[in-house]
């Protein structure tokens, strides 16, 4: 066997991963980040506000402090009332939805779980999520979507209910499954407050990634399945579009590990199209799963930055061209 009957199989193989799962549309912002604007430094104050709330004032929400998750289902509620929603409480998720002017049927869903690992006050993980969450309910509860937007505060992520039935994430999509819902779009907002600058500061959960993608975690990552990449492509094609922040996007296999360790897993598992956007979370962030994770090591600037270009993102879902 000659060599170039070894090496050509190689060779088209990575270059079918690389169009397949990394190349994505648009280019990521590099060099100094542009001047932060008056609605970027508002929205870094709004979300400090609210992870400190969550991490803070209310602490440890698991399951196995009793009450936190009641006690933080009850703020996110009275949060989303405060807006002018109408939420709804359901086996400890709340959700609240904007409904879609002339396709209220096709539905995109933004969510983020509540709950923290026993141990942890989870300012990142994912106070950062519950705040972003809120932060686009906000923006969208008086506009006039196409499609119907629903945000949704998932409860019981964090083990021991994690990649279980149990989850609050399965007990919702499988309720939108038997309900036939047409959920065309899912974003979960998971940890997106840690960001460095360091070289070597990012990690990844096989090697070979980091031939692909930078060794600094000062990006946001759009992370899907082989079955989402089109809903990865669109998403990020947005972001960059909009936002003058670092972004990597990958569709990978949803066996590699991370790419499916958040409430976008449960949707997937229903057939429906769905994301992750993240810090990395573990791969990136020290104080991951600790005591540490207080709300005063979140770098909420850069976190508004995100939060802002995943607007444009949910704006875009919500039109439905």
């Known amino acids: 066997m ?22 994505m549309p648009g280019r990521s912002h590099r060099g100094a980040l542009p ?37 933080a289902a009850a703020w ?18 709340v959700a609240a939805e904007v409904r879609g002017a002339s396709k209220p049927e096709e539905i995109v869903v933004v969510g983020a779980h509540y ?8 300012a990142n993980d994912n106070g950062s999520g519950v705040a972003a969450t809120l932060a686009l309910a906000r923006r969208f509860a008086k506009s006039s979507p196409s499609r119907t937007l629903r945000f949704v505060a998932f409860v019981d992520e964090e083990p021991p209910a994690f990649g279980t039935d149990s989850m609050g994430s399965r007990i ?26 360091e070289p ?3 990690r990844y959960p096989v090697p070979l990634l980091s031939l692909a993608y930078p060794d600094r975690g000062d990006f946001v990552a759009f992370v899907g399945n ?50 992750m956007v993240t810090d990395t979370a573990l791969f990136r962030d020290p104080r991951y799963h600790t005591g540490g994770d207080t709300p005063e090591h979140l770098d909420y600037a850069r976190m508004a930055r995100v939060v802002e270009g995943i607007a444009r993102v949910v704006e875009e879902f919500g039109r439905g061209d």
Not at 78 to 91: C, D, H, K, W, Y
Not at 229 to 250: K, N, Q, Y
Request: net charge negative; glycine share 10%.
């Open 2 to 23: 000659s060599l170039l009957a070894v090496v050509a199989p190689i060779v088209l193989a990575g270059f079918a991963v690389w169009v397949l799962c990394v190349r």
């Open 35 to 71: 001047p932060a604007t008056e609605a970027q430094e508002a929205l870094a104050a709004e979300l400090e506000q609210d992870v400190r709330a969550l991490a803070g004032e209310l602490g440890e929400r698991s399951v196995f402090r009793a009450g936190s998750r009641e006690r």
């Open 76 to 93: 996110i509620e009275a949060a989303f009332r405060e807006m002018g929603l109408s939420p709804v409480q359901i086996e400890g998720n």
């Open 115 to 122: 709950d923290s690992v026993s141990g942890s006050p989870g």
């Open 172 to 197: 919702a999509a499988r309720a939108s499954r038997e309900r036939g819902e047409k959920v065309v779009a899912m974003l979960s907002l998971e940890t997106l407050g840690c960001y460095r600058d």
């Open 200 to 202: 070597g500061s990012q």
């Open 226 to 275: 082989l079955s989402s990449r089109a809903l990865v492509r669109c998403a990020i094609d947005v972001f960059r579009e909009h936002a003058s922040f670092p972004s990597e996007g990958a569709a990978l296999p949803s066996w590699v590990p991370g790419v499916g360790w958040s409430d976008h897993d449960s949707f997937w598992r229903q057939g429906y199209p769905a994301i």
